[in-house]
């Protein structure tokens, strides 16, 4: 047990306008709960840990702790946050690059989680928002404006040019 972990700490956290306090234990409990219900990456605990007010000590000995127990691992993070992105909601590898920088991803661990993504599986997805949006645009007479719609939209879901002209 460290000097911190001996000493009753009290640290607070803003909620509803009230402080409340809380104990260093409680503040490594909650956020171990926190990275067990959903992998989570440094930063996101590092903001999370900010809401507490807690010393840059304590916050470097909770982050070591979550680590050692692994509640905290950015790679596998990475790797979960790819694959949820581009099944469930279908985004692309420069929307799903540009959000893991976001979050202070080291480059070669974002390109090697975006590295797992089928590329069959990548193409036939984008292929099928093609098709969608396509259907979606049927009443839409402007064939320019309808191939303009449909770019910009394969773009914000962050598919790469070359891929999306590649369809038409």
């Given at each position: 047990?460290?000097?911190?972990?001996?000493?009753?700490?009290d640290?607070?956290k803003?909620?509803?306008?009230?402080?409340?306090?809380?104990?260093?234990?409680?503040?490594r409990e909650k956020?171990?709960?926190?990275?067990?219900?959903?992998?989570?990456?440094?930063?996101?605990?590092?903001?999370?840990?900010?809401?507490?007010?807690?010393?840059?000590?304590?916050?470097?000995?909770?982050?070591?702790?979550?680590?050692?127990n692994?509640?905290?691992?950015?790679?596998?993070?990475?790797?979960?946050?790819?694959?949820?992105?581009?099944?469930?909601?279908?985004?692309?590898?420069?929307?799903?690059?540009?959000?893991?920088k976001?979050?202070?991803?080291?480059?070669k661990?974002?390109?090697?989680?975006?590295?797992?993504?089928?590329?069959?599986?990548?193409?036939?997805?984008?292929?099928?928002?093609?098709?969608k949006?396509?259907?979606?645009?049927?009443?839409?007479?402007?064939?320019?404006?309808?191939?303009?719609?449909?770019?910009?939209?394969?773009?914000?879901?962050?598919?790469?040019?070359?891929?999306?002209?590649?369809?038409?």
């Open positions: 047990m460290t000097a911190l972990n001996a000493r009753k700490l640290f607070k803003k909620e509803n306008n009230q402080e409340k306090g809380f104990a260093v234990s409680e503040i956020l171990a709960k926190y990275c067990a219900y959903q992998d989570r990456c440094h930063w996101e605990v590092e903001n999370k840990l900010n809401e507490f007010f807690v010393i840059p000590e304590v916050k470097e000995e909770i982050i070591i702790y979550l680590i050692q692994n509640f905290l691992n950015e790679e596998r993070f990475a790797k979960s946050f790819v694959q949820g992105k581009f099944n469930q909601k279908n985004w692309g590898r420069i929307k799903i690059r540009s959000e893991l976001k979050r202070k991803i080291p480059i661990m974002i390109e090697s989680a975006l590295n797992e993504i089928d590329e069959d599986q990548y193409q036939s997805t984008l292929a099928e928002l093609f098709e949006k396509n259907n979606s645009l049927k009443s839409e007479r402007d064939s320019f404006k309808k191939k303009f719609k449909i770019q910009n939209f394969l773009l914000q879901k962050g598919f790469e040019r070359e891929n999306i002209h590649s369809l038409f």
